[in-house]
């Protein structure tokens, strides 16, 4: 089970840290990606991390502005966002994936968490 955390409400400019708490001892072994659903628009994949946390992969939105991490001591994967627009306005999905790459595609991810809602305001 995935259980995402950290979304609020913030200005245009600020930062959020989202998290995303795993359970079971097979979260080391799992790449994990941070999806985003904005009001009316389909799924977009926003950053990856591999099982090491040696890789990493962005969407060109967040590029420079967010961060993904994991500490797989704790089970947990992070998402530092820095510089948030309006338009990162969205609900915020943690994924698990036991494939070899970090995919952009949901498809590719057999676990989900319930979502954290990030509102940025102008």
């Known amino acids: 089970q995935l259980q995402a955390s950290g979304g609020g409400l913030v200005q245009a400019g600020g930062s959020l840290r989202l998290s995303c708490a795993a359970s079971?001892?097979?979260?080391?072994?799992?790449?994990m990606a941070w999806f985003r659903q904005a009001p009316g628009k389909e799924r977009e994949f926003v950053a990856g991390?591999?099982?090491?946390?040696?890789?990493?992969g962005y969407t060109d939105s967040v590029k420079g502005r967010f961060t993904i991490s994991r500490d797989n001591a704790k089970n947990t994967v992070y998402l530092r966002m820095n510089s948030l627009k309006p338009e990162d306005t969205a609900v915020y999905y943690c994924a698990a994936s036991a494939g070899p790459v970090i995919y952009t595609s949901g498809s590719y991810y057999s676990y989900w968490g319930q979502g954290t809602l990030v509102t940025v305001s102008s």
């Open positions: 079971g001892r097979t979260f080391s072994t799992y790449n």
């Open positions: 991390v591999s099982w090491s946390g040696g890789n990493t």
